[in-house]
């Protein structure tokens, strides 16, 4: 095997495919082990609250944020940015790193769903259900890889702590935005949402190990510099 494969193995496929476990433990955890335990016995309360606390305004506002997330947005967001990347840094490996960060939580999310069966919320859907689990949450999962990943890209590209903060504040209220409304109308329970923020974020660490790690040298080991000879 390559030396290229083996770095593939090691820091993408084998933490992919440990995330997923995760994943899937924690979709029976909170199905078919926890689900008559606290906090777990209140999470059909929580949404009641939400949806019965609906008005004109906040459906409008939530349709907005859930538009964000849907799969044909992340994709042409992910394509534009990551464009836009490559024709501001030159380069392909902020481009290479959103793109696969995205994918990998696509990944994750749709294998999860196919194991863990999860009915979604006792309340009316103000949106039409896709066929998958609801557990955990595409939309969710999706926006903070995403926006997460270019938070991350933004804040290494920052020159000073302030623009660091904005960069972050600004980019993490899209998918906490997001987790809120998939809420609100009805489409997922509490621990969907959080489950899909331990999803995207751990996506979002893996890949730039794998990827914006300057260290790595992919393809063959990275040397060490030899001393010059002494005279």
């Given at each position: 095997m390559s030396d290229t494969m083996v770095q593939i193995v090691r820091r993408v496929l084998l933490p992919v495919s440990l995330l997923f476990g995760v994943m899937v433990l924690l979709g029976v955890l909170v199905t078919r082990v926890l689900n008559r335990t606290w906090p777990f016995t209140v999470e059909d309360a929580v949404n009641r609250e939400l949806a019965g606390d609906r008005t004109g305004g906040w459906n409008d506002v939530s349709l907005v944020f859930s538009t964000l997330a849907s799969t044909q947005m992340i994709v042409v967001v992910t394509v534009l940015v990551a464009l836009a990347l490559r024709l501001w840094l030159k380069r392909w490996r902020e481009p290479l790193f959103l793109c696969a960060v995205v994918i990998a939580q696509a990944l994750v999310f749709l294998f999860t769903t196919m194991v863990i069966?999860?009915?979604?919320?006792?309340?009316?859907?103000?949106?039409?259900?896709?066929?998958?689990?609801?557990?955990?949450?595409?939309?969710?999962?999706?926006?903070?890889?995403?926006?997460?990943?270019?938070?991350?890209?933004?804040?290494?590209?920052?020159?000073?702590?302030?623009?660091?903060?904005?960069?972050?504040?600004?980019?993490?209220?899209?998918?906490?935005?997001?987790?809120?409304?998939?809420?609100?109308?009805?489409?997922?329970?509490?621990?969907?949402?959080?489950?899909?923020?331990?999803?995207?974020?751990?996506?979002?660490?893996?890949?730039?190990?794998?990827?914006?790690?300057?260290?790595?040298r992919w393809g063959r080991a990275k040397l060490p510099t030899a001393e010059p000879a002494r005279t």
């Open positions: 069966d999860r009915q979604r919320p006792a309340v009316e859907h103000m949106d039409v259900s896709p066929p998958t689990s609801s557990f955990p949450s595409g939309h969710t999962s999706a926006a903070t890889a995403l926006y997460v990943g270019i938070a991350v890209l933004m804040a290494l590209r920052a020159r000073s702590t302030g623009a660091k903060v904005a960069w972050w504040t600004l980019l993490v209220m899209v998918p906490v935005g997001v987790a809120l409304t998939r809420m609100y109308r009805g489409m997922h329970h509490p621990s969907d949402v959080l489950a899909s923020f331990i999803n995207g974020t751990t996506c979002v660490a893996i890949m730039a190990r794998a990827v914006l790690d300057r260290s790595l």
